[in-house]
């Protein structure tokens, strides 16, 4: 915290000069006036230090949770900001951190000080300034001065005052917010599972308990903010929940994991906005797509089927058929693995690869164009030009289609796609990984 300074205005510096010129009989280096101004002024020397050791000794009388060393170290603090004032080069407790004591304050009892000096340095200066200084006092033609005023001013009593409610500061209230996202994982899981076991009415007495206690420890992870892993209720089988769950059924919770964090995250961000007055109108607009993004995908979620993997293999082939590799004559020279990667044509069989997924957001986006909303319509086409753009550049992600919008495709992408989708991308990069590995390059 800064201490004020005193402000001198033309009109108060001319008044000071005007009292320190030189009556009859007196020599040039009179400044009676500016002497009495800094007099006057004097009294708010130390005056923070003061109003903070006022501070710091109301908590000291009123908290009964301080530790011995806390209540040492406020004794300390305390003991030094009331000597600063008189001998301003008296040491401090903790010579390397001076300012220690305000680590034992809260912003509130920061601003609380801040406050209470402002406004006391503020009244001094008015005061002196209307006795001591300004040209109103010589403006009575007659040369009449104004009658003398009390220039002392009461330093405010914060030792008694009721210390300021504590507000959670935005940091804190964005935290308590982002907590929510701890347990997310097995919430989502125990949501799955359940979402399954409805889907299965067929199953025994004895398959259905099992189930049930699966996803009942699951839960149980949930509700203690994932701080302990599900504790399996069958000794020799610690990891039969995650059984619960196939590859594929994994992928779309991991998905809508995803999504839902980024919710939650654009939700807390929004509300941190609103608290400290920043412009929270794309954030919240964000946090309604993400919404929207995941009732769709829990919606669609018990009506998907798995991917359909001989569907993934005959996409990657297409992809593959049509762009066909034969290795190139090597070429001599090689100094680097590098340059031989790059002679040999290794590197051209890989990068077939490339493109796959824009191409594959580009055909699905495509399809959504006949039953997307029509205010809509607009935000998918720029969303496939992007996607397309990628495709043309052999890139796997497109150039977002505004700042405030990055991952704004995914809104019209059902779980279904992305299972699909990411089924066939791994299916190809298998197939591309066996073929390029097994080419001789050497011919």
Known sequence: ?????????????????????????????????????????????????????????????????????????????????NAKPANPRAPAPDPRNSQRYLLAMSDEEQQEVSGAYNGFANEVREKCEAQYGGMSQFSDPAGRRRAPIDTRVALPDLLHAAPPARQASAAEQHQDCMSVMAGLRWQLMAEHMESKLRSMPNLSAQERKAWDEDIAVVRAAQQGNAKTMPQSPDAKNPSRYLTRLTPQEQVAMIQEQSARSQQIMAGCNGRTSAATGAPDSDTARRSQELAAMHDQRRAGRTASQSPDPTAAKAEAQAWLDARPFKPSAYAAGSATQADYLQKSGALACYDRQKGFRAHQNVQRLTARRATVAPQDRQELDAWISAWRAAEQARQDEPAPISPNNQQGWLKFLTGADQQEMNLANSTLQNMVRTECSSMNYMK
Not at 20 to 30: D, E, I, L, V
Not at 41 to 67: F, H, I
């Open 1 to 81: 915290m800064r201490k004020a300074t005193p402000v001198f205005s033309v009109f108060v510096v001319l008044g000071l000069i005007a009292i320190a010129a030189p009556a009859a009989g007196q020599g040039a280096t009179n400044l009676q006036g500016l002497n009495n101004y800094n007099a006057c002024m004097a009294q708010t020397a130390g005056a923070q230090e003061k109003l903070t050791a006022q501070v710091l000794q109301r908590k000291l009388n009123s908290s009964s949770n301080l530790s011995a060393q806390e209540r040492q170290r406020l004794q300390e603090d305390i003991q030094w900001l």
